[in-house]
C-alpha cells in the first residue's frame, strides 16, 4: 500500500475510533505502529537515512487526508513527519543513529524555547518544561527548544539569542498528564521536563540555520514546513466538516420547519462558500509550493518574499478552514452541538489548531511588511 493509498484509508476508517482517541487523550498504540509502518513520520526524513523525501505537496495531501479522518490523529502525523526534518540538519553520524538504523523511528517536540542548555565541555546540560508535547506519549526521541548558555553568559547569533532544538531519549523525559482540553483532546500533547540532563553537543540543531542536506525539500524552511503541516490537518478538519453537514443536511429539518435542510436556499449558499474557502485556500497553498519547489530544485535558496508567501498560505488555509467549519456548525443548527454529531468535534479541533504560533493572526502582519518591501524585524 502506498503512502497516499494508507492516508486514504485513513480518512475512511479513523472516524470510528474518533470516541477511543478522544478518551484516551492520546493516539492510540495500534494507530500510532500503522502510521510507523506506512512511513508518515518519515515523509520529511531524507532518503540517505531511509526516509521517504516527499514533495511538500505528497506531504500536506497524506496529513490532510489523515486529518479528514480524525482531526488529532492528523496532528500528530503532522507532529512526527514535521519533527523528522531535523534528520537533515544533524551530524550525519546522529542522524544516522537516530533515524538511519530505525527506519520507523518516531521523533516529536516543540521548537518554543522554554529550556536552558548550559555548554560544558562536548555536552549540553539542560534543564526545561515545555506544553504542548504532541505524540510524546508514542515517540522514541523528544525534542525541546533550548536558549543555549556557556560560562553563565547566554549565548547570541544572528537575530537574537541562540535557540537550539535539543534531542531527548523518550527515557530521559518526565512526561506530565495535564492534556485536559476542549478539542483534539486525542492528540496526547502533554507538557514535559527534563531536569540537568546532560545530552551530546551535536545531538542538537540550530534553529534557522539551513540543513545540512541540499537536495530541494530542504531548500524550504523548517518552520514553514511545519506552518504548511498544521494547516494541513486544519483543512481536512474543514473538509470532515463540510461531509458531515452533507449527510445531516439530507435527514435533518430545523426546528419549527418542514423542510430539510437541504432544501433551504441559506444552506445552499452556504456550503458553496465553504467549498470555495477550502478549496482556494488549498489551491493557493500548492501554487506557493510550486512556486518554491521549481526554485529549490535549481539550487537556489528560498527568498524573504517566498517564505513569506509560504507562512501566509499556511495562515490563510488555516483561517479559511475555520471560516468553514464556523458556518456549517452554524447551519447544523440545535443538533450541531450534541455529542453524536460530528460537527461539535470539527468546531473543538478546528479552533485548537488557530493557537498554533505558526498560523496566528500576527503571521498576516509579517507576511505583509515583506510582501510590501519592509523589514520584518525578526526571521520569517
Known amino acids: 500500500?502506498?503512502?497516499?493509498?494508507?492516508?486514504?484509508?485513513?480518512?475512511?476508517?479513523?472516524?470510528?475510533?474518533?470516541?477511543?482517541?478522544?478518551?484516551?487523550?492520546?493516539?492510540?498504540?495500534?494507530?500510532?505502529?500503522?502510521?510507523?509502518?506506512?512511513?508518515?513520520?518519515?515523509m520529511l526524513v531524507p532518503k540517505i537515512y531511509g526516509g521517504l523525501e516527499v514533495h511538500p505537496k505528497t506531504f500536506i495531501e497524506v496529513l490532510k487526508l489523515i486529518a479528514t479522518g480524525d482531526g488529532s490523529a492528523g496532528w500528530n502525523a503532522m507532529i512526527g513527519s514535521t519533527t523528522g526534518i531535523l534528520s537533515a540538519s544533524l551530524p550525519k553520524a546522529v542522524a544516522e543513529q537516530i533515524y538511519g538504523q530505525h527506519p520507523n523511528v518516531l521523533t516529536v517536540g516543540v521548537t518554543a524555547p522554554l529550556g536552558k542548555a548550559e555548554l560544558q565541555d562536548d555536552q549540553y546540560v539542560v534543564s526545561g518544561r515545555w506544553p504542548f508535547?504532541?505524540?510524546?506519549?508514542n515517540a522514541d526521541w523528544i525534542c525541546g527548544g533550548c536558549f543555549v548558555f556557556e560560562n553563565g553568559e547566554q549565548v547570541m547569533g544572528t537575530y537574537g539569542p541562540e535557540v537550539r532544538l535539543i534531542m531527548f531519549r523518550a527515557d530521559q523525559v518526565k512526561i506530565e498528564d495535564t492534556w485536559?482540553?476542549?478539542?483534539?483532546?486525542?492528540?496526547?500533547?502533554?507538557?514535559?521536563?527534563?531536569?540537568?540532563?546532560?545530552?551530546?553537543?551535536?545531538?542538537?540543531?540550530?534553529?534557522?540555520?539551513?540543513?545540512?542536506?541540499?537536495?530541494?525539500?530542504?531548500?524550504?524552511?523548517?518552520?514553514?514546513?511545519?506552518?504548511?503541516?498544521?494547516?494541513?490537518?486544519?483543512?481536512?478538519?474543514?473538509?470532515?466538516?463540510?461531509?458531515?453537514?452533507?449527510?445531516?443536511?439530507?435527514?435533518?429539518?430545523?426546528?419549527?420547519?418542514?423542510?430539510?435542510?437541504?432544501?433551504?436556499?441559506?444552506?445552499?449558499?452556504?456550503?458553496?462558500?465553504?467549498?470555495?474557502?477550502?478549496?482556494?485556500?488549498?489551491?493557493?497553498?500548492?501554487k506557493v509550493i510550486d512556486g518554491c519547489w521549481q526554485s529549490a530544485e535549481q539550487g537556489e535558496r528560498l527568498s524573504l518574499e517566498q517564505k513569506a508567501s509560504l507562512r501566509l498560505a499556511a495562515v490563510n488555509a488555516t483561517h479559511k478552514s475555520v471560516a468553514a467549519?464556523?458556518?456549517?456548525?452554524?447551519?447544523?443548527?440545535g443538533s450541531s452541538i450534541y455529542m453524536d454529531n460530528p460537527l461539535q468535534r470539527c468546531f473543538r479541533d478546528i479552533?485548537?489548531?488557530?493557537?498554533?504560533?505558526?498560523?496566528?493572526?500576527?503571521?498576516?502582519?509579517?507576511?505583509?511588511?515583506?510582501?510590501?518591501?519592509?523589514?520584518?524585524?525578526q526571521p520569517v
Open 351 to 377: 479552533h485548537v489548531t488557530t493557537q498554533h504560533i505558526m498560523v496566528a493572526q500576527p503571521i498576516y502582519e509579517l507576511a505583509g511588511k515583506v510582501l510590501l518591501g519592509l523589514d520584518p524585524k
Open 133 to 137: 508535547g504532541s505524540g510524546s506519549n
Open 180 to 286: 485536559y482540553v476542549a478539542g483534539l483532546k486525542g492528540t496526547g500533547s502533554h507538557h514535559y521536563s527534563v531536569d540537568n540532563v546532560a545530552v551530546p553537543r551535536d545531538r542538537s540543531v540550530l534553529l534557522g540555520n539551513r540543513a545540512m542536506i541540499r537536495t530541494p525539500l530542504y531548500q524550504f524552511p523548517m518552520l514553514g514546513l511545519l506552518a504548511l503541516g498544521v494547516a494541513s490537518v486544519s483543512l481536512g478538519i474543514g473538509y470532515a466538516a463540510l461531509e458531515s453537514f452533507k449527510d445531516l443536511a439530507g435527514v435533518k429539518k430545523p426546528t419549527g420547519s418542514n423542510r430539510k435542510l437541504i432544501d433551504r436556499q441559506m444552506v445552499h449558499s452556504d456550503v458553496a462558500k465553504s467549498v470555495a474557502d477550502l478549496s482556494s485556500a488549498e489551491a493557493y497553498m500548492e
Open 1 to 42: 500500500m502506498s503512502l497516499l493509498e494508507y492516508a486514504q484509508l485513513c480518512a475512511t476508517t479513523l472516524p470510528q475510533r474518533g470516541d477511543e482517541i478522544e478518551q484516551a487523550r492520546r493516539l492510540p498504540v495500534d494507530i500510532a505502529e500503522d502510521m510507523r509502518t506506512a512511513g508518515v513520520f518519515r
Open 325 to 333: 467549519v464556523d458556518r456549517l456548525y452554524q447551519l447544523g443548527g
